[in-house]
């Protein structure tokens, strides 16, 4: 018997009930990634690409102390609105669920909450990583450690471009997490459909990752994957464009002190600023492109499992 306070949406738990596709998605791009009321104009585009696919979508929050497996209307709404809300990760997701509190969950406390509830898909934006400096500051996110023990497939554009991706990339190997990019050989850098990085595997189709996904399991190899679905072309923003303005946003940051948490939503903002506004239009439609191809894998997945009984 457990005592953990987990409600599931009437949606969620009917498709899980009635052993339908689900799609989990995170709830920081809520509480701080926009404001409203654009914030949840976006969560329920998102959430209608995730039906439009084939699947359910399941936004993941804590709200009153209770973790929420899919949130109806009136309670997304609520958490658009909601102010001071935590950012929660691994290392506090226990404590405010324990707490009574109200919390937006990272991609790490997405994952473990949609494992909590057997959803084995997620798409989000884009993942931390391994900060720029972190030789210094030894700030790295943890969604790397979360992705080499929690098995759940996350969908995203690559790491966010404000990282340090070449280290990224070499932690996510050195924990044993496959990282494939679909349909092209580079690997995406969040608002820029390519980089100079090589993707170290690629899979083209939603059928194969989720082939993978279930081998994976088979031979009880711990943790997920990450799939790196490149922003579409037509709303990228070429990295070399992008680069000067980072760097730019980077140094604003190191001059104000900015540091932890802090560090990525300050960043996004000023790039936000100095693109005009570009970077969050692109934030969307990357987001968007990922839902739907995370219900299409979970779907190929949802059946994959069906026909072999496992």
């Known amino acids: ?183 092209q050989d580079s690997f995406p850098a969040f608002w820029s459909a390519t980089s100079p990085l090589k993707a170290p595997l690629r899979l083209d189709t939603a059928d194969a990752i989720a082939r993978a996904h279930h081998m994976r399991g088979e031979m009880g190899l711990p943790g997920g994957q990450l799939v790196a679905n490149p922003i579409p072309a037509q709303d990228e923003i070429p990295a070399a464009e992008l680069a000067p303005i980072i760097a730019q946003a980077q140094s604003d940051a190191d001059a104000h002190g900015i540091r932890g948490k802090a560090v990525t939503p300050y960043l996004l903002q000023r790039i936000f600023e100095l693109t005009n506004g570009r970077s969050l239009t692109a934030n969307i439609a990357l987001v968007r492109n990922n839902a739907r191809l995370a219900a299409q894998i979970a779907s190929e997945l949802n059946s994959l499992t069906r026909d072999t009984g496992s």
């Open 1 to 183: 018997m457990t005592t953990l306070p987990l409600l599931r949406s009437a949606e969620v738990a009917a498709a899980q009930a009635a052993g339908k596709p689900v799609v989990a998605l995170e709830s920081t791009i809520i509480t701080h990634g926009m404001p409203y009321p654009q914030n949840l104009e976006v969560a329920r585009q998102v959430e209608n690409d995730v039906r439009a696919a084939g699947a359910t979508p399941a936004t993941i929050a804590v709200m009153d102390g209770t973790l929420h497996i899919g949130l109806d209307d009136a309670r997304l709404e609520t958490l658009a609105q909601a102010k001071s809300v935590a950012k929660l990760s691994r290392a506090d997701i226990a404590a405010c669920i324990a707490t009574g509190g109200t919390g937006a969950t990272t991609v790490a406390a997405t994952m473990i909450a949609a494992n909590l509830a057997g959803i084995a898909v997620f798409a989000t934006g884009g993942i931390g990583g391994v900060h720029r400096g972190a030789e210094n500051s030894f700030d790295i996110s943890a969604d790397l450690m979360e992705l080499a023990q929690t098995p759940v497939t996350v969908v995203a554009a690559g790491a966010k471009a404000i990282l340090d991706v070449d280290k990224t990339l070499e932690v996510l190997e050195t924990q044993g997490v496959p990282v494939i990019t679909v349909g």
